[in-house]
């Protein structure tokens, strides 16, 4: 069960109308992008539930924007989002789904799109109070909110990755807060997110690539 203090009920900081559809919209955007880890040529958004319905009045279409842009929640820039994408040379759609049904009211599928033709999806869902969570990426399933330093490795499910993934963080003396271990199917794709409450050091990253099973490595730092 997830507890709301009262500065969560108070919000973020932030470019308004709304901690769930404004606040939490940039933040879900600006953790796919952080994510992605490479400049965006395009991005498609996917909008469901309260989002397809209210995204115009609450600004949540230039908050999306904003997010992939690295407009943080209190950014002016977010009003000017539309232009500023134009004036960078970003593409942009967005896709109103008001059909299918998603797990939270607060979601959107985010599809970015680099030049040399690199995709990456990630889904958010905007939980309240501007919080947030990554509950997919690249059509696995995953959980993690981005307040922690978070570690997202993307491995072939095969034995010894996990203690490998553990063993150079050990190595490093980082303190696991929460480690899971997502995937597709036994011997298939999957997503170790490993959550510290320090600052994980890219050195670990140049370890944990030793590893012929590990493919990519993302890394968000707060």
Known sequence: M????????IGPNMIGPSSSHTAGAVSMALLAR????????????????????????HGTDKALLGGTLGFATDDERIRDAFAIAEQRGILYEFIIDGKTQTEHPNTADIVMESADGYIQSVRGESTGGGKVKIVRINNIDVEFTGEYSTLIVRQTDKPGIVAHITQCLANQDVNIAFMRLFREDKGAAAYTVVESDE???ESVLDEMKSNPNVHELMLIEV
């Open 2 to 9: 997830d507890y709301i203090g009262i500065f969560d009920a």
């Open 34 to 57: 952080k994510l992605f880890g490479r400049p965006i040529q395009k991005v498609t958004f996917t909008l469901y539930g309260s989002f397809a319905m209210t995204y115009k009045g």
């Open 199 to 201: 600052k994980i050091p």
